[in-house]
């Protein structure tokens, strides 16, 4: 009779994936983008306890994938590193390993952008190994981010009263020009079809790997023909989803600052 033999650092992993419960709460904020998220130190001390009770023994070891500059909308340069860590996880019982991999990015005008790597590397590889939920997906269309609300427009100013001579003057017929310079200062009319807005951003996302500066440029003008405003609440979210992958494609530091700055030039 043949008995299975069961692995002692899979049995001690499951019981730890029970113990942090399959999930970690939002315990992080981000005022600038609106959205709730949970943060590395959250999730490593809540896994760090399970494991520990249940006799795991964790090491990590950090490998730079790549290394290089990117261009901000303003024209400054920002270092991008992608680091892959690898966690190696011990059963202090029986000295059975299991190792689990996870990829993080970071992108930082200073010195802090090889620490933003390493720490969504380590956070994404626990999430990967445990099996953990963060309740959303960040590469998914449907999570519905909220929407930063436009700065409100210039008050509008009086106009002095018109002279006799403008007077007279406004009875001349317009030139033919007339409509067509109206049309061009308005700009192009904005995407109705929510599907035609999203291929759009998708094509500049992939546009930026190629040339950061053009695609930045066509971002710029989507987004000054783009009513947020206007759209319904779940078309809005999908929308500024796609607008804040396309705007981090293209290393702009704030997307929210940078479309609040873009929507009140084309109010003025």
Not at 70 to 79: D, L, P
Request: with cysteine; charged share 20%.
């Amino acid at each position: 009779m043949t008995t299975a033999t069961q692995s002692a650092i899979a049995a001690k992993m499951v019981l730890a994936a029970r113990s942090v419960g399959w999930g970690v709460p939002k315990d992080g904020y981000n005022r600038v983008q609106n959205y709730r998220f949970a943060s590395a130190a959250a999730l490593k001390l809540r896994v760090g306890r399970a494991l520990a009770d249940a006799g795991v023994a964790v090491s990590t070891a950090a490998e730079i994938l790549l290394v290089d500059e990117v261009t901000t909308a303003r024209g400054g340069a920002m270092q991008r590193i992608v680091v892959k860590m690898t966690l190696t996880f011990v059963d202090a019982a029986s000295g059975e390993q299991m190792t689990a991999e996870g990829l993080g990015a970071g992108t930082d005008s200073a010195d802090k952008a090889v620490m933003k790597a390493a720490t969504a590397a380590e956070k994404y590889a626990y999430i990967g190994a445990l099996c953990l939920a963060m309740g959303e997906d960040a590469e998914s269309d449907e999570v519905e981010h909220a929407a930063p609300t436009p700065a409100p427009a210039p008050a509008e100013r009086r106009a002095p009263a018109p002279s006799v001579a403008a007077k007279a003057g406004s009875a001349r017929p317009q030139s033919s020009q007339g409509p067509q310079r109206a049309a061009r200062t308005n700009g192009p009319a904005a995407p109705s079809d929510p599907g035609s807005l999203a291929a759009q951003l998708a094509a500049i996302t992939a546009e930026a790997a190629r040339d950061p500066q053009g695609a930045t440029r066509r971002l710029e003008a989507l987004c000054a023909s783009t009513h947020l405003t206007s759209m319904p609440q779940t078309a809005k979210g999908r929308a500024w989803s796609g607008i804040r992958r396309a705007a981090a494609a293209c290393g702009i530091e704030d997307p929210a600052a940078w479309f609040n700055r873009i929507t009140t030039q084309e109010q003025q």
